[in-house]
């Protein structure tokens, strides 16, 4: 499926946060795509006009870019472009928890991606998010449950990463067991996954294979990024999961992805 | 001492430049502790609510996030959170001066980190800032000295970082000597610093202790890395540094941290 | 030439985007100039004050930024301290175009540095790029053509990068053939390339040679990182840059710069 992101090469808009923008930047073109940012409210509709897909993260987000957000969202909706979420710290606080109310209010997703703790925001509101961390024990959750869930409700792909990832969409479910997980001692594998999945959805049709497919890719590069530099320790652990993104390939993702499909 | 780091896990809450933000998270990461970022004044408050220190730093401030930094302080002292500054570029404008002025004014902190030029407008209104690198020639002025005055008439930990590190409270001093000078050729070891001294100070009772040995445990990190990668040049020292972070113990502290209380 | 720029270490003031801010304040460092960022309308004047040149990148631009960016070339030309323009993305955005035409008019540049579609957008008012990349073939339209037209009508130097980098400053010519097409792989090489220019100009007398050499040491940087690294990836080469960068001399832009003057 990377390959079909390697041939279309598509431009995707994030309006992300700033403290991990240039690993997304960095990761979107380590896949084969092609990543523009932009958070302007005067500018985000031109750029989202000539993108393939928009990518919303609210890791940082103020009053202002979330105007930019909305306006952005609907844009997209109208043109008929693919639409993520990425609804960092949802659960966290109000102003966080009423910002992902009215984008899902005022703009149809396609896909939204997050930890346990922000999904079940979503699902039902249960507070409890520590920092951008799942608190949550998923031994108590069900993460397919909530998955499954949220993804009925709003009629999008919800994709829950944890342990074990889960990504739901009109009853079907995809595991994928790949990733370390070291990986969370690194900012930012989240984010560049939003970006990644924003990145597939562009490129391929099925939005539940390709967002599947995009975790695969990214639990595969976790993997072999953790193989190859896990005595020198985080740094390069970083540096390394860019690497490795950069050299996936079908038959990685197939060889190393570990997706179930259920 | 990074042990406690370690079991804690605190969540640090940075409000910080977006030069370099995401070292500071990755270090914050490194060590053990938890990173979080917001600089929206609807959102701060509920974040430091959920945080176990509160981390300003003004190297990229602007009118909203000044407004910002002044709301999450003052909650924090409310809930007894410790407060860290980091007051880049002090003495380079007047909006800069302006803002730590009312920092100091508004916020009680538990901690003050800074290069000596920067320390300096503290103590005295000293004008001559270069750019954020110190341009004072540490033989006129003892670091010594300034960090006890500062320390004395605020009440906080005053740690000032150069070819020795300084770092006074309650008329104790410790003197840190580890690091090297090619530590400057790269940004954000400052910024990366004050976030650590945060996650020390959330996790260790005596906060003249945590201070040093947050200093200490930078210190090491650059000593080791740039033993490892001195032929390779300055982008591979940051990410060796953040390598050697998340690797530091207790052991390495004392071995190559160079602290000495006097 | 660089070691004009070790030896001053010239204070580079950048307004530039966030996503790859980081990777232009440690370029600016790796070469031995000195970095200082502010976007804030209160603080740019003292900082630009203070500086020796003064770095304008329109990447993640806003409303609040754009009034920075005048007011800091404004008073860059007042005191006669170098301005560089990086006009990213002009050409895909009204906000983008309306930006590039009022700095020009407000402004006076000292090098304007762009990829061929953006300086087609100087040129002729063109439309067509694709998010940051350029779209347009350069077998049909000539940088050499474009460069020099923009630096006559404007009295700038006017650099171009592609295949073949092209500057052009009143009747002349350079062509620097270094560097390597997998550097588009990585985000901000453009933009690291901007503040090393900066930092080049600030140093020596002749914009036109500084900018050249500029250049010429990131394709250097460019080509010996690619070597080194390229069985790893491109997370790998992005450090390497930087690490190249930290060691160019005089001697390697000589040997592997491959500037061409005509």
Redo the contacts between chains.
């Keep these: 499926m990377i390959s079909y992101v390697r041939s279309k090469c598509p431009?995707v808009h994030s309006i992300t946060?700033?403290?991990?923008?240039?690993?997304v930047?960095?990761a979107i073109?380590?896949i084969g795509a092609?990543?523009?940012?932009?958070?302007?409210i005067?500018?985000v509709e031109?750029?989202v006009s000539?993108?393939n897909a928009l990518n919303i993260n609210i890791?940082?987000?103020?009053?202002?870019t979330v105007e930019s957000m909305v306006k952005a969202g609907r844009k997209a909706n109208e043109l008929g472009i693919p639409v993520i979420l990425d609804p960092v710290?949802a659960g966290?606080?109000?102003?966080?928890n009423e910002t992902v109310d009215r984008l899902l209010k005022e703009v149809k997703f396609t896909v939204i991606r997050s930890n346990l703790s922000e999904m079940c925001y979503i699902d039902s509101g249960l507070k409890g998010t520590?920092?951008?961390?799942s608190n949550l024990d998923e031994n108590d959750i069900s993460p397919e449950v909530v998955a499954k869930r949220v993804s009925e409700a709003l009629g999008v792909v919800s994709a829950i990463t944890g342990k074990v990832d889960v990504v739901a969409y009109k009853g079907k479910v995809a595991k994928i067991r790949s990733g370390v997980s070291e990986m969370k001692?690194?900012?930012?594998t989240g984010c560049m996954l939003s970006g990644i999945i924003a990145s597939f959805v562009a490129s391929i049709d099925d939005p539940f294979l390709a967002t599947a497919n995009a975790l695969a890719s990214m639990g595969a590069a976790g993997c072999l990024a953790y193989e190859r530099v896990k005595e020198?320790?985080?740094?390069?652990l970083?540096?390394?999961?860019?690497?490795?993104?950069?050299?996936m390939s079908d038959d990685t993702i197939k060889e190393r992805g570990e997706i179930e499909i259920c």
Tied chains: 1, 2, 3.
Excluded: C, H
């Design positions: 431009l946060n700033y403290v991990t923008v240039n690993d930047a960095n073109l380590a092609s990543p523009i940012m932009s958070d302007e005067k500018d031109d750029i000539i993108s890791g940082t987000l103020n009053e202002r710290g966290a606080s109000s102003f966080r520590k920092g951008v961390d001692r690194i900012t930012g020198l320790g985080t740094g390069s970083r540096v390394a999961i860019i690497d490795e993104l950069s050299k």
